[in-house]
């Protein structure tokens, strides 16, 4: 028989994603709803570890839904991949009788997770938060619909500057090892061309995608390029070799880094927030452990947490067929 929960913990971990505020409210206030004790770890493993935490109740997670990053702190723990740093994380839980861990982060941060449960019988329920969307399990991660709208946002502002120059821009977005936001901001920005890690995409077919739109009359064009692209070493690489070959151009380079990660969330990540973290809370009540909440076809599920270290998410390829089309 599943043990009863009496306090929770929760934690946001890895890079921040904007809602995860939305998500730490909405677990303290359903823990509230059910009478159940929270505390917030901060920094993540590197909290539990140096028990470093504070208590939550209703009030103390007032006004924070519309605020960006994340108001327990975030970070990678080294030492949370030790044994003894685990060792110490479960002692520093004992002693404050926490009954379950609700995490807050990416698959990183779920890995770590469901070896601690493992290692110490201890309930453990993730929340996807992470603006790359690449976690399997979930249709969406909280953050991902606030940085796909902070991407075209700027794109805009630099298609007005590109059409008044004649200029061909480079944007580069986030995306390390996953093209989502780079796809789905290119189409919806309009770009002319799109590079992301899952297409290794020879550079002659950039130039001759790019020579395509000259030819129909483009005197300025978008290429948003994923950080993770193989396309080239980088995007100032990608840049060149395009100065290098389109003499009629005159390419130039933006990367939007880490603004991608601020801002107020926008209406849907705090709804999917909202709605992930008092499941959550549920889920643990019910005797569920090691699994993640995630939203498909706009309903809540639960997968394992070992499923989600497994698989991985794919991207739409009809949307990369449907960029091509419009692009002429």
Do not use: W
């Not at 470093?52 to 990053?69: A, H, P």
């Not at 060792?87 to 404050?96: D, I, R």
């Not at 995306?175 to 920005?189: K, Q, S």
């Amino acid at each position: 028989m599943a043990k009863k929960i009496k306090k929770i913990g929760v934690m946001t971990s890895g890079g921040d994603a904007p809602g995860m505020n939305a998500a730490i409210r909405a677990v303290v206030r359903a823990c509230t709803y059910y009478n159940i004790k929270c505390i917030g770890y901060y920094r993540g493993y590197e909290g539990m570890i140096e028990n470093d935490f504070i208590e939550l109740t209703s009030r103390n997670v007032k006004n924070i839904i519309n605020k960006g990053g994340t108001i327990l702190k975030s970070a990678r723990s080294t030492a949370f991949r030790t044994v003894a740093g685990r060792k110490q994380a479960y002692e520093n839980l004992s002693a404050e009788n926490v009954d379950a861990i609700i995490l807050i982060g990416g698959d990183g941060t779920f890995t770590g997770g469901a070896l601690f449960s493992k290692e110490y019988d201890i309930p453990v329920l993730g929340i996807p938060g992470t603006i790359d969307n690449d976690i399997f399990g979930t249709q969406f991660t909280i953050g991902y619909d606030t940085a796909l709208n902070t991407v075209v946002e700027a794109v805009d502002k630099i298609r007005d500057t590109a059409s008044s120059h004649n200029r061909l821009f480079f944007i580069e977005v986030m995306g390390r090892d996953a093209g989502f936001i780079a796809l789905n901001a290119g189409v919806g920005a309009g770009a002319e061309e799109i590079l992301i890690p899952e297409e290794d995409q020879p550079l002659e077919k950039l130039i001759k995608s790019l020579k395509r739109s000259k030819r129909n009359g483009k005197t300025s064009s978008i290429v948003i390029v994923a950080e993770g692209d193989k396309t080239g070493k980088n995007v100032f690489e990608l840049a060149e070799y395009v100065k290098d070959n389109m003499e009629d151009y005159s390419p130039r380079v933006t990367v939007l880094g880490h603004l991608q990660r601020g801002g107020s969330p926008s209406c849907a990540d705090r709804v999917l927030a909202s709605r992930l973290g008092v499941k959550a809370v549920e889920l643990l009540l019910e005797g569920e452990k090691d699994v993640m909440v995630g939203i498909r076809n706009n309903k809540i599920v639960a997968t394992p947490i070992v499923e989600i270290m497994r698989c991985k998410n794919s991207i739409n390829r009809e949307l990369l067929r449907i960029s091509d089309i419009l692009s002429v």
